[in-house]
């Protein structure tokens, strides 16, 4: 029988509805896990007396009839997220200490749903990074490795505690949030199944701000199934965020009929790009055969502005994120400097800043106030946001022609190891993420599943992109997709 | 309706030493929306309370808070758009002005600089009666009105070695009232500022309690050589207009004044003596009297405004707009039309009593059914000379519009004196009570029982024969006889009663 912490969600809830397990057994399952996966570093708060007590009430709920679908499902919650009591300091030392007096929308809307909390996952400072190594924690470690090569890899960024912790089987699940692609590369990297939904279908209220008018949360699963239970229990409109829509919350589970028959799969030419691995190619066209061979309609589409999608992103993101990152000051919370005879409040500001943030941040908030000041605001910012409806309106066109999603790959490459990107220009990170940006900039809901290995064993996965709030839909057909690949591995234990 | 003349503001000239210099001055006025949440919050907006009291977390910045735009504060800025025959934009935007300090946890103020909700219009401002007794007013254009966020407040006197901050008033909203160049000297600034305070009080947008800094005005002064203005206005070139200085924060009419004349004539000892302005912030030093540089342009922030991603576009509807509308109450200037045609009154006293919402509600009270002009001359001279005297307000006053409005009766009626009324009302003011039953109770009754004034006529009379003779030879004298006929009846008698029944009497 499968280890209690290697079940999906859906194979869960349907053991502790017929009671064949309790949810304190799954949790306990999960903290064993943790407990021998320190390697990994992806837990960086435990937090297994709130476990207990949230699997003891869950159990209460199952025994009373009164079960949701996530009830008793022991979950990771990304450190962004703020969690009541719990210390969340989006892994960075500004935020050291930080423990909220506040739920955020989305963590809340789980544990209301009798959903467990194990403890707090590893990700980038600020979910700025594409492979966990801006964390003040120091990075997550993939499970995977290159066949019997030692060297760690990168489990991908920013939700990498995420991506590690559900690859690993340390939880059934975990929450990760998207700005660029920080839910799929990391579940791409991982080999695990990673959705963001339609900017507006989850609240971001009590999330730490990236960037907001990009960053949407959304669940990081072992399968398809798992990501339409959890998705349905995160999303949903909320007061509290103004950019929250209204739309009521389908049941995406029943969405997942395997049938996508006369659907019209776009493959955009414009994501083919030079210099792409072979074996990315062969992923590509083989997820598109296997589609078709259910039924759909494989059409070559173009959009057009992809290729200024990646500059735009790294001009919006960095703008949107050096007015949010501004009140880290160290006046009202976290970190503040130890200031010297005669030091005034731009020194403490500057003390503060200089210590709290790490170089990742603080390049993205140089190069945001750059792009905003007086004199460079219509050069970038503003002919970013430009850029931006082109990149919306080239979806919106394909959309209008009859496409119902689009295949692509979710990154350019498999995982890489820890460290190998340290000396590179940061732009050859920001890379990482050249397919999965014009998602978040035309707002619309992206999912990856994994689809295959690569030469050395690593996950590699396929993105699809949906039209905007029929996530339903979308993940049909990655149900389709992750079906007829039938990718079942498991990284080794090695840890 | 109303018939309101008013002019374009006329420039006060200033000779320097070598030239005659005109001013121009543009007011952006801060005014507190009257609301019991924040602008984005829902914690309270209550002046006084204990430091940070006031607080939610999204005021405090906390990690992950978001604002939720306050749909009354919005309403009240549409209120007052129309209040100032406005346009309401249907369509508006939040945008954030980044810039770092202690008392602003967010590192920024939630502002709309690009797409304000409320676009141009106007103020007739009331400069005082002219020559012909009637008001002169002028019409001051409004370029815009937008929403934001206040800051808190930074108290840097408590310790030595320490800032305080108390967040209270953070992110309480404010309606920022941004005029055209169009004032031309210091009495039309605070003119034009009292005139606005007027309107919002009546409009209920806006307490006007410039004390607590509930309003406030931050004032754009320069100066230019006569004609330039005129070259301005056919062009909207600005460059024809001299170099401006902002003095910020204002919260007194007498202060904004003293301080534009301080500024006019600084910005024109530098020109006169060939130097040139700098464009600056500065800040009125009211025990120094003058006004001191706060920092340069090249100091200035770069706010780096741009569209704040938490807040969707601000979109409201017509229908919306139409309702408040249909809400709106009567305004100053048609109030005050409305009692020189209804009650008679002068433009004047029409004036002092509109004023104030209060007062004219008041006035209302004690004139209903009665005469008006007596009901404003007992209001404007009496009451408010009391009031004023012992610097109370209307609210606070002891004598209600009732008691008063009973106080006119009983002169209506003939049944008091003046001279007994103002006794009357002495009593109220000290004692309370109600005028008919203190005037029977105290015997204030003038005698109009004409057989009595007769008998103390005839007495006067037959006692005086020299004085008899020297009335009938000079008719005015016959107010000695009255004047008796008035003490011997202890001041009861009804005189418009006696002076007729004397002249009769004595053959005049």
């Known amino acids: 029988m499968t280890a209690l912490n290697q079940l999906t969600i859906a194979e869960a809830r349907d053991a502790l509805r017929k009671g064949d397990t309790t949810s304190l057994a799954l949790t306990e399952a999960c903290l064993a896990a943790i407990e021998g996966a320190g390697a990994l570093n992806a837990f960086v708060h435990h937090t297994p007396e709130i476990a207990r007590e949230q699997a003891k009430a869950a159990d209460a709920r199952l025994a009373a009839g009164d079960a949701p679908a996530m009830c008793g499902i022991p979950l990771g919650i990304k450190d962004l997220f ?178 996508i028959r006369g659907k019209k799969i776009g493959i955009p030419r414009e994501y083919r790009m030079d210099g792409m691995p072979a074996e990315i190619e062969k992923l590509w066209s083989d997820g598109a055969a296997m589609l078709k061979d259910a039924g759909a309609e494989i059409v070559d589409i173009s959009l057009p502005h992809t290729k200024y999608a990646l500059p735009a992103y790294y001009v919006v993101a960095p703008a949107e994120a050096s007015s949010n990152l501004a009140r880290y000051d160290g006046v009202r919370y976290g970190h503040r400097a130890k200031l010297g005879q005669g030091d005034g409040i731009t020194e403490m500001y500057e003390k503060t800043r200089a210590e709290g943030f790490g170089k990742e941040v603080q390049r993205r908030v140089m190069v945001g106030t750059y792009v905003l000041s007086a004199g460079f605001y219509d050069a970038y910012y503003n002919r970013a946001r430009k850029v931006r409806a082109l990149i919306k309106r080239d979806f919106e066109l394909a959309f209008e022609a009859g496409i119902d999603s689009i295949l692509t790959p979710a990154t350019p490459s498999s995982a890489f190891g820890l460290g190998e990107m340290a000396d590179a220009d940061p732009v050859a990170m920001y890379l990482n993420d050249v397919f999965t940006v014009t998602v978040n900039l035309a707002g619309l809901p992206g999912i990856a599943v994994p689809t295959g290995l690569d030469g050395r064993g690593l996950p590699l996965g396929l993105q699809l992109i949906g039209r905007p709030w029929e996530e339903g839909d979308l993940l049909n057909h990655a149900y389709v997709l992750e079906r007829a690949t039938g990718f079942v591995s498991k990284p080794a234990k090695w840890w | 309706m109303l018939d309101l003349t008013f002019t374009a503001p006329q420039p006060k000239v200033i000779s320097g030493a070598k030239a005659e210099w005109e001013l121009v001055i543009g007011l952006e006025v801060h005014a507190q929306v009257a609301s019991n949440a924040k602008l984005f919050s829902g914690a309270s907006t209550t002046f006084g309370a204990e430091p940070n009291a006031n607080v939610a977390f999204v005021d405090a910045a906390m990690p992950g808070m978001l604002p939720v735009v306050n749909e009354f504060c919005v309403a009240q800025a549409v209120r007052t758009g129309l209040g100032l025959k406005a346009q309401i934009n249907l369509r508006s935007a939040f945008d954030r002005k980044n810039y770092f300090y202690p008392d602003l946890p967010q590192g920024y103020q939630i502002s709309q600089l690009y797409h304000p909700i409320v676009g141009e219009g106007e ?114 070139d600005f460059s024809h207009l001299g170099t401006r200085c902002e003095i910020k924060n204002m919260n007194s009419l007498r202060f904004i004044q003293a301080a534009i004349d301080y500024e006019a004539r600084r910005q024109i000892a530098i020109l006169e003596d060939g130097g040139s302005i700098v464009q600056e912030t500065r800040l009125y030093d009211p025990d120094k009297g003058e006004t001191r ?54 433009d004047y006293d029409a004036s002092v009593l509109t004023a104030e919402k209060e007062n004219a509600v008041f006035f209302e009270a004690v004139a209903g059914g009665r005469d008006g002009k007596t009901a404003a001359n007992w209001v404007i001279n009496e009451l408010f000379g009391r009031l004023n005297k012992e610097s109370l307000t209307i609210a606070e006053s002891p004598v209600s519009a009732a008691q008063l409005g009973g106080v006119l009766d009983l002169i209506g009626s003939g049944e008091i004196s003046g001279k007994m009324a103002k006794d009357l009302f002495e009593i109220l003011w000290t004692e309370g009570g109600t005028p008919a039953e203190i005037a029977a109770a105290r015997g204030m009754k003038q005698v109009t029982d004409t057989g009595a004034i007769e008998a103390a006529v005839d007495a006067i009379i037959a006692a005086n024969p020299a004085q008899v003779e020297k009335a009938r030879a000079n008719a005015k004298l016959a107010g000695w006889f009255t004047g008796q006929v008035l003490k011997a009846t202890g001041g009861k008698a009804n005189p418009a009663v006696v002076n007729e029944m004397v002249a009769r009497k004595l053959g005049l």
């Open chain 1, 82 to 259: 703020c969690t009541k009591g719990v210390p969340s300091q989006a892994a960075s030392n500004i935020l050291k200490g930080f423990r909220p007096e506040y739920e955020s929308t989305v963590t809340s809307q789980l544990f209301g749903a009798g959903a467990v909390m194990l403890g707090k996952l590893n990700m980038d400072e600020f979910a700025m990074g594409s492979s966990n190594e801006s964390s003040c924690y120091g990075n997550a470690v993939n499970p995977w490795r290159r066949g019997n090569d030692t060297a760690e890899l990168t489990p991908g960024g920013s939700s990498g505690g995420s991506a590690a912790a559900v690859a690993a089987d340390l939880c059934l699940a975990a929450t990760g949030t998207d700005t660029g692609g920080s839910i799929r590369q990391p579940a791409a990297f991982t080999g695990i199944v990673g959705i963001k939904p339609t900017y507006g279908r989850v609240s971001r209220w009590g999330i730490v701000a990236f960037a907001s008018s990009l960053d949407q949360a959304g669940p990081m699963t072992k399968t398809v199934r798992d990501a339409a239970i959890m998705l349905g229990a995160m999303a949903g409109p909320d007061a509290k965020d103004s950019t929250c829509s209204d739309l009521p919350v389908p049941d995406f589970e029943a969405a997942l009929t395997g049938d």
């Open chain 2, 123 to 236: 103020v007739i401002v009331d400069m005082g009666p002219g020559p012909d007794g009637k008001t002169i007013a002028r019409l001051v254009r409004i370029e815009r009105i937008h929403l934001e966020q206040d800051a808190g407040k930074s108290i840097h006197d408590m310790d030595p070695n320490m800032s305080f901050v108390d967040l209270n008033r953070t992110g309480v909203a404010l309606m920022e009232i941004v005029s055209r160049p169009d004032i031309r000297g210091p009495e039309e600034a605070a003119a034009y500022v009292a005139k606005l305070r007027q309107i919002l009080r009546y409009l209920g947008t806006c307490d006007g309690n410039m004390q607590n800094g509930n309003l406030r005005a931050d004032v754009n002064v320069s100066v230019c050589k006569p004609g330039q203005y005129e070259k301005y206005q056919a062009t909207q």
């Open chain 2, 293 to 346: 540089s706060m920092r340069s342009k090249e100091e200035a922030h770069d706010y780096r405004y741009f569209p704040d991603p938490d807040l969707l576009p601000l979109e409201i509807e017509q229908a919306w707009v139409d309702d408040i509308a249909a809400t709106m109450p009567e305004l100053p200037d048609a109030r005050k039309a409305r009692y020189m045609g209804d009650f008679g009154l002068t």
